[in-house]
């Protein structure tokens, strides 16, 4: 766990991380998806920022040179803890990222699941990879919700993104607690629009919280 000045939670957990080949430098591994990824925060820390991470981009062709690695230890310690705390899990990467291990990434949602008095927020850019793996995930368990404690979020960083992701990650309503994160926002977003909120005398939007930032 890491404590974090990001406002919306309180710690990050970095379970699923790589390390170099060559040098065992430990960071993290992500890659481009559209253009909110541009100036990302963890890549650049990724690249030897406070002399942290594998100093290699995020990018596909640096897969070969890297090993990945999962925090299992960590993971198995979240149903221990007695004190809640909201838990941003892989600040540092996308946790439905098409490269990690959907053995993983079943691990990590069932981990969550077995620590109720935790928050757990998952982000991801890539909504149609979290739509079907959650889907999976669930019919593998038995189960008719994620439970409660379970945040699944997707970002979208302008009016096009919202339009793209909006009707996939719909899917998910009535099946999860729902998060939209507009950051970085780098264009204006129409919640309306974009399908986030139903139009009508009484407005009700499908995502039960969002953020924004710069």
Partial sequence: MSQTSIEWTDETANIFYAVDKNTGRRGWHCEVVSEGCQNCYAATKN????NMGTKRPYRQDQ?????WKIDRKQ????????????????SMTDTFGEWWSKD??????????????MTFQILTKRVELMVEIIQAWMIARGMERVPDNMHLMISAENQARANERSPIFRQLVGLATLGLSLEPLIGEIDLYEAGFIEKGLRPVPYVDWVIAGG
């Fill in 47 to 50: 690249m030897g920022f406070w």
């Fill in 75 to 90: 993971m198995e310690g979240w149903k221990r803890r007695r004190i809640p705390r909201r838990i941003f899990v892989n």
């Fill in 104 to 117: 993983w990434i079943y691990d990590a949602l069932d981990a969550m699941a077995a620590a109720p008095l």
């Fill in 63 to 67: 897969r070969p040179k890297l090993t």
